[in-house]
């Protein structure tokens, strides 16, 4: 069985930073795409930013010269390190990836989320 494990969140002041961590574990053969998502109270989710295998990266707007994605492929593992923290950060983060397990076809996981919240 595949899981997904956010962890890092926490309460930070404006201007702030925080690191985020995803950790993929189980029978994995291979992992493809992995994603920083978020999602605020009465928002949608949003993509925050995207790592493939290969290293290419997108992010959304909003935080392009704030965040930086990263990935140890070795560990399995997706980090988001986030700086200049703004109270419009505030939201649960997610991580998604798109994984293959031992004896399965790819499918996207999610983790549980993990709170950020950017207040004075």
């Known amino acids: 069985q595949v899981q997904l494990v956010e962890s890092g969140g926490g309460l930070v002041q404006p201007g702030g930073s925080l690191r985020l961590s995803c950790a993929a574990s189980g029978s994995i053969f291979s992992i493809n795409s992995m994603g920083w998502y978020r999602q605020a109270p009465g928002n949608q989710r949003e993509l925050v930013a995207a790592i493939t295998t290969a290293g290419s990266i997108n992010y959304v ?6 965040f930086t994605v990263s990935r140890d492929n070795a560990k399995n593992t997706m980090y ?9 950060d505030t939201a649960v983060y997610y991580c998604n990836a798109i994984i293959r397990a ?3 076809i790819e499918r996207l996981y999610w983790g549980q989320g993990t709170q950020v919240t950017v207040s004075s």
Request: hydrophobic share 20%; net charge neutral.
């Open 61 to 66: 707007d909003s935080v392009k010269g704030r």
């Open 102 to 104: 031992y004896s399965d």
């Open 80 to 88: 988001l390190q986030m700086n200049s923290l703004k109270p419009e």
